[in-house]
C-alpha cells in the first residue's frame, strides 16, 4: 500500500486509477480529491499529468461504482474552481459542459450526482471562456433545468440553476426563452423564501430578465404569488429588515422594470422605494461591492428623469456620500460615484451648478481623466459630458480649468470605441459657438481626425463625428468651413448624405447648411462643388428619406438661393425648380413650408430681378401654383394667420410686379 507524499506521485495515481482494482481506484481518488481541493498548484500538476480524460472516463463509465463515480465528480467540480486557464482548459481542450449537461439531463443518475454536476457547471459559467451562446437555445436542456429547480429538488439545486441562468441569459433572446419557459413563476417563489442564498440568486436572475426587455418587464407586472403581485414583493424586499444585497438587488429588478417602460416614473414603487434605498446603499458603511453596485444602478434608474433626478439629488445626503466615494482607492466605487454624478447633473442647471460649487466635482473629473484604470477614465468623461450641456459651466468652469486640453490627449492617444464615442460626444458640445473652448479645440488640429472618424465603421462614432464638425462650421470664419469641406471632401459629404442611419444624414445636412451660410461663403463653396451638392439634394428630395430629412434638404436649398448673387444656382437647376413647384401640394406641411421658405428667398433677392432668369419662375409653373395655393389657404380661415399662409401673401406681393396676369 503506497501513501501520498508532500507532493502527489501523479504517475502512481493515474496508473492505479487505470489499472489498479476497485479499492485501490477508489483510494487513488480520495487521494487526488484531498491533493486538488483549494489547491490550484495541485490542480494544474493533475492536468500537465494528464489525468483529466482518466478523470472524465471515470465519470462516464457504467462499470464504476457510483463512490468512484461520485469522487471523480467532485475532484472535476474542484477543477472548475481553479484558475482563469485551468477552467479555459476544461472548456475548450477537454469540453467538459457537454458531459456534464448529458449527467444532469440522464434519469439514470442520482440526485446527489446531478447536484454535483450542477455546481461544476455553476462554477464554468461563473467565468468569461463558458459556452454561453445560445445555451438556452436547447430547450429541451432549459425544460429540464426548470424542472429541476422545483420545490421538491434541494435548495443547493434551486441555487446551482438560477445561478447558471444568470450567466447564460445574455441577450433579448435569451431573455424571451426564460419568458415562454415559464421561469418568472419559478422565481417568484424563490423570492419568498426565507432564505437569501437562494433569493439573492433569484432577484438577480429576474433583472437579468427584465434588463431593457418590455415584454419580459410586462409580464412581472402580472404575475403574482400568494396574493401579492411580482412588483409589491420586490417593493417589501428593499426593506431594511433584509439583508443589503437583497434590498439592493430588489431594488435593481424595480429599476429594470420602469426603465423598460411598464411602471412610470412616478410609480411610487420607483420614487419612493428603490431611489431612496439605492441612494442609502451608497453611504461608505457598505461593502465596496454594495457602493458601487448602488451607485451604477442608481445612475441608471434617474439618467433620462429630470424628477428624479431632483428627487435624488435632495434624498438622503446623497451627493455628500458621492462625493465621499470619490475618494475611495478602489476603482470600482470611483466609477460608479462618477457614473452616478453624470446622471444627477444631465438636465437639470441648478443641480449642475450645486455640483460644482459645493462638492468640487471638477477636480475629481480632472483626476478621473488621468486615472490609470480605463472605467474610472471613462466615467470621468461621461460625467464631463453631462456637465458640458450647461452653458454656463461651458463658459466658466470649462474655461478656468482648460477642460479641452486633458479631452484632447486622450481623443488624440485612445483607440477604444467606447472611450472615442464618450470623448466625441463631449467633444460636440465644447464646439457650441458660444463655448470659449471652440477656438482652442479648432487651432489644435481637431478637424483632420473627426474628418477620418465620419468613416468609421461604427455608426454612434460617426454621428458624433459629423456632429462635431456641423457645431464647428456654424458661424464659422471661412477658412475654418474651407478645411472641413476640403478635408472631408464633397465625396465624403455625398456618402454621409446616403447614410442608413437617418441621424447621420440630418446632420449631414446641419454640416451644409452651417457651410452654405453666408454670400461670400456660399460662393467659394458653390463654385467648386456645385454640381455634386445639387445632384445629392435632388436626390434626398425623391429617396423615401422622412419629412425632416426633406425639410433640411430645402432649408439648403433656401440658404443657397438667398446668397448666390452670381451663381444662379438653384434657378437654373430644372430639377430643384420642379421639386419647388411640386411639393408646394404635399400633403405634409413641413414640406410645403420648406419649399415655401426657397421659393421666398429665391423671390427676395438682394440682387436686381431679371425678367429673363426669373421668367423661369414662371415656366417651372411656382409662380401659377403659388397663387392657386394662396386663393385655397385665403379660403380655409384656420390657416389664415399661419407661416405658410404669410409667406404665401410675401411671395405674391413680391412677385406682382412682374406677373400681373398671372396673380389676380
Given at each position: 500500500m503506497w501513501t501520498l507524499a508532500q507532493e502527489a506521485n501523479w504517475e502512481e495515481l493515474k496508473y492505479v486509477i487505470s489499472n489498479g482494482d476497485g479499492v485501490d481506484c477508489r483510494e487513488a481518488l480520495i487521494k487526488i480529491k484531498d491533493a486538488v481541493i483549494g489547491s490550484n498548484k495541485q490542480k494544474g500538476a493533475l492536468i500537465s499529468h494528464d489525468l483529466v480524460p482518466i478523470i472524465l472516463n471515470t465519470c462516464i463509465d457504467q462499470d464504476q461504482s457510483p463512490d468512484r463515480k461520485m469522487d471523480a465528480l467532485v475532484i472535476l467540480g474542484s477543477l472548475a474552481k481553479g484558475s482563469e486557464a485551468q477552467v479555459e482548459l476544461l472548456v475548450k481542450q477537454y469540453n467538459v459542459v457537454p458531459y456534464l449537461l448529458k449527467e444532469i439531463v440522464?434519469?439514470?443518475?442520482?440526485?446527489?450526482?446531478?447536484?454535483?454536476?450542477?455546481s461544476t457547471l455553476r462554477s464554468i459559467f461563473e467565468h468569461p471562456c463558458a459556452p454561453k451562446e445560445n445555451f438556452l437555445a436547447n430547450t429541451d436542456v432549459l425544460k429540464h433545468f426548470l424542472r429541476l429547480a422545483s420545490a421538491g429538488s434541494s435548495l443547493k439545486t434551486q441555487i446551482c440553476i438560477?445561478?447558471?441562468?444568470?450567466?447564460?441569459?445574455?441577450?433579448?433572446?435569451?431573455?424571451?426563452?426564460?419568458?415562454?419557459?415559464?421561469?418568472?413563476?419559478?422565481?417568484?417563489?424563490?423570492?419568498?423564501?426565507?432564505?437569501?442564498?437562494?433569493?439573492?440568486?433569484?432577484?438577480?436572475?429576474?433583472?437579468?430578465?427584465?434588463?431593457?426587455?418590455?415584454?419580459?418587464a410586462d409580464n412581472i407586472c402580472v404575475i403574482s404569488f400568494q396574493g401579492r403581485s411580482l412588483p409589491d414583493i420586490l417593493n417589501s424586499l428593499t426593506s431594511r429588515l433584509f439583508s443589503a444585497e437583497i434590498q439592493l438587488t430588489a431594488a435593481r429588478c424595480l429599476t429594470y422594470i420602469y426603465r423598460s417602460g411598464t411602471l412610470p416614473s412616478t410609480d411610487n414603487r420607483i420614487s419612493q422605494k428603490a431611489l431612496p434605498t439605492l441612494a442609502r446603499l451608497c453611504a461608505e458603511s457598505f461593502d465596496h461591492s454594495i457602493i458601487a453596485s448602488a451607485s451604477e444602478t442608481l445612475a441608471y434608474l434617474i439618467?433620462?428623469?429630470?424628477?428624479?433626478?431632483?428627487?435624488?439629488?435632495?434624498?438622503?445626503?446623497?451627493?455628500?456620500?458621492?462625493?465621499?466615494?470619490?475618494?475611495?482607492?478602489?476603482?470600482?466605487?470611483?466609477?460608479?460615484?462618477?457614473?452616478?454624478?453624470?446622471?444627477?447633473?444631465a438636465n437639470d442647471e441648478a443641480i449642475r451648478k450645486r455640483l460644482m460649487d459645493t462638492y468640487g466635482l471638477i477636480n475629481a473629473i480632472l483626476n478621473g481623466l488621468k486615472d490609470s484604470n480605463s472605467q474610472v477614465k471613462?466615467?470621468?468623461?461621461?460625467?464631463?459630458?453631462?456637465l458640458s450641456r450647461s452653458v454656463q459651466q461651458l463658459r466658466t468652469t470649462f474655461q478656468d480649468y482648460t477642460i479641452w486640453e486633458p479631452l484632447m490627449g486622450i481623443f488624440a492617444t485612445e483607440t477604444s470605441i467606447e472611450f472615442l464615442i464618450a470623448v466625441t460626444s463631449t467633444i460636440c458640445n465644447l464646439l457650441l459657438e458660444f463655448s470659449p473652448s471652440k477656438e482652442p479645440i479648432i487651432n489644435a488640429g481637431i478637424v483632420d481626425r473627426l474628418c477620418q472618424y465620419t468613416m468609421h465603421a461604427d455608426p454612434a462614432l460617426r454621428l458624433n463625428s459629423i456632429w462635431a464638425l456641423m457645431n464647428m462650421s456654424f458661424q464659422s470664419e471661412i477658412y475654418v468651413k474651407t478645411d472641413i469641406i476640403n478635408t472631408l471632401g464633397t465625396k465624403r459629404i455625398l456618402e454621409l448624405v446616403n447614410d442608413t442611419d437617418t441621424r447621420i444624414v440630418m446632420k449631414t445636412l446641419g454640416l451644409l447648411r452651417n457651410l452654405l451660410s453666408k454670400t461670400h461663403h456660399i460662393e467659394i463653396i458653390m463654385r467648386a462643388h456645385s454640381c455634386e451638392l445639387l445632384e445629392a439634394i435632388n436626390k434626398l428630395l425623391v429617396s423615401d428619406h422622412t419629412s425632416e430629412v426633406k425639410e433640411q434638404a430645402f432649408c439648403i436649398i433656401g440658404n443657397i438661393a438667398a446668397e448666390d448673387e452670381n451663381g444662379d444656382y438653384i434657378i437654373m437647376d430644372d430639377k430643384i425648380m420642379c421639386h419647388l413647384a411640386g411639393f408646394l401640394f404635399h400633403p405634409d406641411r413641413k414640406l410645403q413650408a420648406g419649399a415655401l421658405f426657397a421659393i421666398y428667398n429665391l423671390v427676395h433677392r438682394k440682387d436686381s430681378w431679371s425678367m429673363e432668369?426669373?421668367?423661369?419662375?414662371?415656366?417651372?409653373?411656382?409662380?401659377?401654383?403659388?397663387?392657386e395655393l394662396n386663393k385655397k389657404t385665403m379660403r380655409n380661415k384656420a390657416q389664415c394667420e399661419d407661416y405658410i399662409s404669410r409667406t404665401l401673401k410675401q411671395i405674391v406681393i413680391q412677385c406682382k410686379h412682374f406677373y400681373p396676369e398671372i396673380l389676380q
Open positions: 440522464s434519469k439514470n443518475n442520482s440526485k446527489k450526482c446531478v447536484e454535483t454536476c450542477l438560477t445561478s447558471i441562468l444568470v450567466s447564460v441569459c445574455q441577450t433579448n433572446e435569451d431573455q424571451l426563452r426564460l419568458l415562454h419557459a415559464g421561469t418568472l413563476h419559478i422565481l417568484s417563489r424563490m423570492i419568498c423564501y426565507d432564505n437569501e442564498d437562494i433569493q439573492i440568486p433569484a432577484l438577480r436572475c429576474l433583472s437579468c430578465m427584465c434588463y431593457s426587455n418590455r415584454s419580459v439618467e433620462i428623469d429630470s424628477e428624479l433626478q431632483r428627487t435624488a439629488a435632495i434624498t438622503n445626503h446623497l451627493l455628500k456620500s458621492l462625493s465621499d466615494l470619490l475618494q475611495s482607492t478602489d476603482p470600482s466605487v470611483k466609477q460608479a460615484a462618477l457614473c452616478c454624478f453624470a446622471s444627477l447633473g471613462l466615467s470621468a468623461i461621461r460625467c464631463l459630458h453631462s432668369k426669373y421668367s423661369r419662375l414662371s415656366e417651372s409653373n411656382i409662380i401659377k401654383n403659388v397663387n
